[in-house]
């Protein structure tokens, strides 16, 4: 006897509703369709038609439920659950249940039995439900969503916190595909279903979502579902965002900052100033040095005015530093001049013994471009007379 995906059990009711076990059949979603006499006076009026299964089960027992529903979905093995399911008596009392898939007709067969609670069973009860305990108040606490489809994409469980921020309820998407809802952006379904781990950020429902997507399959079988774990991290990804936007802003003002510290200034046509404030550093004298040499190569300047009328104090490597910008002028063809060195910058020069005959200084900057001026009045070609 068949029976067809549309719930047409016509042919399966006689055999039912006669039978001396607890049988039903439900859909692929856990919604009762058919079930025995038997389970009808054992259950009572709570079973109706499109009950879901689970809740018949003791809330602390539905993980357990569910792990085995996904177990047998897709496939013709038989799982077995313990549990406690609600009775006649508005109790809840042990039940086994046994449930085996059919494939073809996208049915779920089941059994239930009482079962005497020996200390196998017991420990199997505590383990499932402390495990319910924890995944439940995880789910609750964090914002996240736990779901499951099955190998069509067809999903078996959405619950989690992490629902209210997507404007959705738990349970919303089950019994929906999800290639049909998320398109295109549901391709990392598909690779897990091909048998791959995945792990990756996506956007949807206004939120960004970090997931990981775990593929499930009987041994040396193909992969029959996908567990998936999505963790909202809007707000991270919000605070990285704005904690960059802000390193960003940073940056341009040291930019803006260093330029100003060292600004390099045309005061004449193949003159060039550069005046140094403040404290003066070995990555401020390199990335000075790299502006001037760049400057005097482009606008072919034949002078460089170093200005320290605004330095307080110079160290070694400064000393250092400054002498050798002074020769890199010199091998551009340029001529390199330093002035405003105040006493105690001279004094610390001397110390340390560096030599500068080699180098023109001047009082002030006044001087320096004095100097400028009067050597190019110098190297300026005479005017050829008319005839």
Known sequence: MMADANGDLSSLDEF???????????????????????????????????????????????????????????STHPVQVHGRILSAERSYRPFSCVVRGSRKEQLIYGSLRDVALNDGVLDELTRL??????????????????????????????????????????????????FEIYGDSAGDVRRTLAGDLMH???????????????PVSEPAGPVRSVIGFSLDVTEAKRAQQSLQTKLDVIEAQQRVIRDLSAPIIEVWDGVLALPMIGVVDSARTAEAME??????????????????????????????????????????GAEGIICGIRPNVAQTMVELG????????KANLRAGLTYCMQRLAVRAPAPRARM
């Not at 025995?36 to 109706?48: E, K």
């Not at 319910?132 to 606490?141: E, F, Q, T, V």
């Open 354 to 361: 560096l030599d500068l005959s080699s180098i023109v200084t």
């Open 129 to 178: 439900r402390d495990r319910d305990r924890i995944l439940s108040a995880l789910i609750k606490a964090i914002p996240v969503v736990v779901w499951a489809v099955d190998a069509d994409g067809v999903y078996t469980y959405h619950e989690g916190r992490g629902l209210e921020a997507a404007g959705h309820t738990p349970g919303q998407f089950v019994g929906k595909n999800i």
């Open 16 to 74: 039912i509703a006669h039978s001396p076990e607890m049988l039903f059949v439900a859909r692929t979603d856990g919604a009762l369709l058919r079930w025995s006499d038997m389970l009808a006076r054992t259950i009572g009026p709570v079973l109706s038609q499109g009950t879901p299964l689970t809740e018949l089960f003791h809330p602390e027992d539905r993980c357990a439920l569910s792990t085995g529903w996904e177990q047998v979905r897709g």
């Open 291 to 332: 502006s001037l040499l760049d400057a005097i190569s482009r606008r072919s300047a034949r002078f460089a005015v170093l200005d320290l009328t605004g330095v307080q104090v110079v160290d070694t490597r400064v000393a250092d530093h400054l002498i050798r910008i002074v020769k890199a002028i010199q091998l551009l």
């Open 200 to 214: 990756g950020l996506a956007e949807a429902h206004g939120c960004v979502w970090e997931s990981w997507m775990i």
